[in-house]
């Protein structure tokens, strides 16, 4: 569940993720994954996998990557291009602000198709 208040939506609190994981949100229609890196920081994606639907919010993250959990393709967070295959997923500015996290539903990028 989300709500929209001022320049994004709000997903509720910060500690509804935990270091290290990830949890998928539905927004507005649009599926999203929000993770928290052990380095503290924010960043979101496409929930789905766009090689066979894998829950990407069920994936392992580092600060840099997260890895679906079905078939390993691996997509950066911060502009969702892949290591693995031809797939990119789109990502979203997303950032913690007064202990609850909010997420601007525009594309930061995505170029689907893009090469790997
Ligand atoms: S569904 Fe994600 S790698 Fe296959």
Redesign the pocket.
């Known amino acids: 569940m989300s709500a929209r208040a001022g320049s994004g939506y709000r997903l509720g609190p910060l500690e509804q993720i935990p270091l290290g994981e990830g949890r998928a949100f539905a927004i507005d229609g649009r599926q999203v994954a929000v993770f928290r890196t052990r380095a503290r920081e924010l960043r979101a994606t496409d929930a789905v996998?766009p090689?066979?639907?894998?829950p990407?919010a069920d994936g392992q993250i580092d600060r840099h990557r997260v890895v679906?959990p079905?078939?390993?393709?691996a997509f950066t967070l911060t502009d969702g291009s892949c290591s693995t295959?031809d797939y990119a997923v789109a990502t979203y500015p997303v950032w913690e602000e007064d202990g609850q996290i909010v997420l601007e539903l525009a594309e930061v990028r995505r170029d689907e198709g893009a090469g790997c």
């Open positions: 996998c090689h066979a639907g894998g990407l679906c079905l078939h390993g393709h295959g």
